[in-house]
Nanobody
Framework: VQLVESGGGLVQAGDSLKLSCAVS????????MAWFRQAPGKEREFVAD????????HYADSVKGRFTISRNSAKNTLYLQMNTLKVEDSGQYYC?????????????????????WGQGTQVTVSS
């Protein structure tokens, strides 16, 4: 299973970025998918998920209203549209997948519940 993130970069506060996660050997429509991020010296934190049903999404309070998670089933790719970026959004962004039912609960925010991970893409937001 491979998850490959792309789309990160250096932007200014208020700008937008769209991250992509291309997935192979796993059909994303059959898995729960998520984005996490990790800033230097901090734990990996939940950003958003899109549960297997495709119509259920959850967002961290810090990104609600600014970020949107979506998928393209035909391309087997997960996306994260990030608008009105803030300096505190900076970090390494990771794509994750799991088939564990636990993510229907608040356990979704725990990185340990997600089975497959990409290598990450760096997002840096300057003031």
């Amino acid at each position: 299973v491979q998850l490959v993130e792309s789309g990160g970069g250096l932007v200014q506060a208020g700008d937008s970025l769209k991250l992509s996660c291309a997935v192979s050997e796993l059909r994303i429509v059959n898995y729960h998918m998520a984005w996490f991020r990790q800033a230097p010296g901090k734990e990996r934190e939940f950003v958003a998920d899109l549960l297997r049903a495709g119509s259920v999404t959850h967002y961290a309070d810090s990104v609600k209203g600014r970020f949107t998670i979506s998928r393209n089933s035909a391309k087997n790719t997960l996306y994260l549209q990030m608008n009105t970026l803030k300096v505190e959004d900076s970090g390494q962004y990771y794509c994750a997948a799991t088939n564990r039912a636990s993510v229907w609960s608040n356990a979704r925010t725990q990185a340990s519940e997600w089975q497959y991970w990409g290598q990450g893409t760096q997002v840096t937001v300057s003031s």
